[in-house]
């Protein structure tokens, strides 16, 4: 690589010559979710970074519209999740078990007693 620098003229190929790289012992994931195929392709990603920030590469143009477009369905995602969230947080503890009365699963054993903590409603009377 360094030969290649110093050699000078068009450095930019490296960067896909060195993304293209395929460890045949498997890649790895990067913190935040992207897959590096191997160690080089790695350094052809930092390269690529260095030379978009120098100018000699041209960093992913999305358009604004594009950008919009991406930040709507991340939180369309997002809330999407929360929402789900509402409905599958149990709202009484662990392990209740389902009252006769109510039909909620919000029994609970206390002092000896299955006690409903959703209408109150307790076995012992
Ligand atoms: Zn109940």
């Known amino acids: 690589m360094s030969a290649v620098f110093r050699k000078g003229g068009d450095v930019t190929f490296l960067v896909d010559e060195l993304k293209a790289v395929f460890d045949p ?59 789900k969230d509402a409905f599958a947080k149990p709202a009484f503890p662990e392990g209740a078990q389902l009252c006769g009365k109510c039909s909620t699963t919000a029994a609970v054993m206390l002092d000896g007693c299955m006690t409903c903590l959703n209408c109150g409603y307790s076995k012992c009377g």
Do not use: C, N
């Open 25 to 83: 012992r498997g890649g790895y994931w990067q913190p935040g979710g992207r897959f590096m195929p191997s160690i080089i392709a790695e350094l052809g990603h930092i390269v690529e970074k260095h030379l978009i920030e120098i100018g000699l590469l041209k960093g992913p143009d999305l358009s604004t519209d594009q950008k919009d477009f991406i930040a709507q369905k991340r939180a369309d995602f997002e809330s999407r999740d929360r929402q």
